[in-house]
């Protein structure tokens, strides 16, 4: 095991010749303990001398650490004998979503501090309200600015907040997920192989996408979910986007995909046959429904019964794109497959949705919408919170809390809200039978604003041949430690 006199030689080498970095073997810092490297970094910060180096040997520690945090990966474990999610025994299983993360964002300018603030918000969060599950709804990663060898390595630090809390997870994923270098399989193949991950994928046609599941939570007395009818269904659904991996650059359809709806359809009718009844659902999709967009634009939102932020036009499934699967159109329809499943599917109560940072409301969609012959019935349609420092926006960071008893069950009733990074709690509704005539406090538009400067290597700092250097340096080692994982 390496030492703290070891660690400091190394960067007490590289103060005189910092190229000498990148000729550090892979297996002298994977002997490095964690622990190691935070002590030589606190002992080490208060040894500086001057601004370029200062930087430089924060830079080099910090990207040691990000190397063993990644190598804290290799004690994996296999999701197979994950316990059943169930109810707590006084009825209640409470669900936190964090929405729009976008890791990996200006990567090699001020990502890593925007990811480092995502991963607070995210930590923030789930002490305030700690949940039963946590669902991470769509883009996780940045995938524009991502390499094809690294691209999913960033599920590593994503997941941490959960993995450290002993909590667990789903995820869909989103359109920003979905890129040239980064693949929708080959995130949920990283993703699961962290404990705690209960993301799968249940359809297999070549344009499903990859998150389109179920998981079926059961009462607190379930000993064998053999003999026992779940209370509550969770549904899970990838609306894609974004482009195909690889090969020729080409857009991928911004919609829950037909074949993903023929499976909703067979597979929940079939849970219904075999459990002799229509069980309560909640559902959770990236891209919001064109419904959302024709209540915003027609109803409009009203900040007292549907409290929320609403800074921003819906952008809604098939946004983009013609009927005839062209692009150059405002919209094709193409999601009405979808929205038909949803309001044919009896007993869900709710869709979970993201993609618009700028809007946090809920709706209750029982309307018909013009021109399509769809009515709603009564299902309650609902934003996240955006909880990233990555993506647009400076709108206050924070997840929405979903609520759920078996006594709520009862009437097809949740309460939810929306817990900021401050705390605070907003936009508490109960999506209940009078939701959308009740009267609600108004949600303040508060703003948390990011640098955009990079918190590693300011430019006004270094320069010239030293920040040549610093910058081969940086990023020789943190190849060496993250590219060989």
């Known amino acids: 095991m390496a030492s703290l006199h070891g660690v400091n030689g190394i960067i007490e080498k590289a103060d005189r010749n910092p190229i000498l970095l990148a000729g550090i073997s892979h297996s002298t810092l994977r002997n490095v303990r964690v622990e190691t490297v935070l002590i030589a970094l606190n002992e080490s910060i208060s040894l500086l001398e001057g601004p370029p180096l200062e930087m430089l040997r924060i830079a080099a520690l910090a990207a040691v650490f990000a190397g063993l945090s990644s190598q804290a990966g290799s004690r994996r474990a296999t999701n197979d004998d994950l316990d059943p999610l169930k109810f707590n025994e006084d009825g209640s299983f409470q669900i936190c979503v964090c929405s729009d993360l976008h890791y990996a964002q200006d990567a090699s300018g001020s990502g890593p501090e925007l990811d480092r603030r995502s991963t607070q918000v995210m930590s923030d969060v789930l002490d305030f309200d700690p949940p039963d599950l946590v669902i991470l709804n769509g883009d996780l990663i940045n995938g524009e600015d991502t390499f094809v060898e690294n691209s999913t390595h960033y599920i590593d630090q994503i997941v941490s907040p959960m993995v450290d809390r002993n909590l667990t997870w789903a995820s869909t994923y989103g359109n920003h997920d979905h890129n040239y270098n980064i693949d929708g399989d080959d995130i949920l193949e990283r993703e699961q192989t962290w404990p705690g991950s209960r993301t799968e994928k249940m359809v297999s046609t070549s344009n499903a996408g990859t998150t389109n599941y179920y998981l079926p939570v059961y009462a607190s007395n379930c000993t064998d979910t053999d003999d026992c009818s779940p209370e509550l269904l969770l549904w899970f659904f990838d609306s894609r986007g974004g482009f195909y991996y690889q090969g020729r650059r080409r857009a991928q359809p911004n919609w ?228 060989s994982i």
């Open 256 to 483: 829950v995909d037909s074949s993903v709806v023929e499976w909703f359809n067979e597979t929940n009718a079939g849970l219904v046959e075999e459990h002799g009844r229509e069980i309560p659902s909640l559902a959770f999709v990236h891209i919001p429904v064109h419904a959302s967009l024709q209540f915003q634009q027609e109803v409009g939102i009203d900040e007292n019964i549907h409290p929320g932020i609403n800074d921003e036009d819906v952008v809604q499934q098939g946004d983009g794109w013609c009927a005839d699967g062209s692009g150059g159109c405002s919209y094709g329809d193409q999601d009405f497959p979808f929205m038909s499943a949803l309001i044919s599917t009896p007993g869900l109560i709710g869709l979970f949705y993201g993609h618009d940072h700028g809007n946090s409301w809920c709706y209750k969609w029982d309307s018909e919408l013009p021109g399509m012959n769809i009515t709603g019935n009564g299902i309650n349609l609902c934003y996240g919170q955006h909880t990233g420092y990555g993506g647009y926006g400076d709108w206050i960071r924070g997840g929405r809390q979903i609520f759920v008893t078996r006594e709520g069950l009862e009437d097809y009733t949740v309460d939810t809200h929306i817990r900021l990074e401050s705390g605070e709690v907003v936009g508490s509704v109960s999506l209940n039978s009078t939701f959308g005539t009740d009267s609600y406090a108004a949600t303040t538009n508060e703003k948390t604003y990011q640098s955009g400067s990079s918190p590693l290597a300011p430019t006004s700092i270094l320069g010239g041949a030293q920040k040549g250097i610093a910058s081969t340096c940086i990023l020789s080692l943190a190849a060496i430690m993250w590219m």
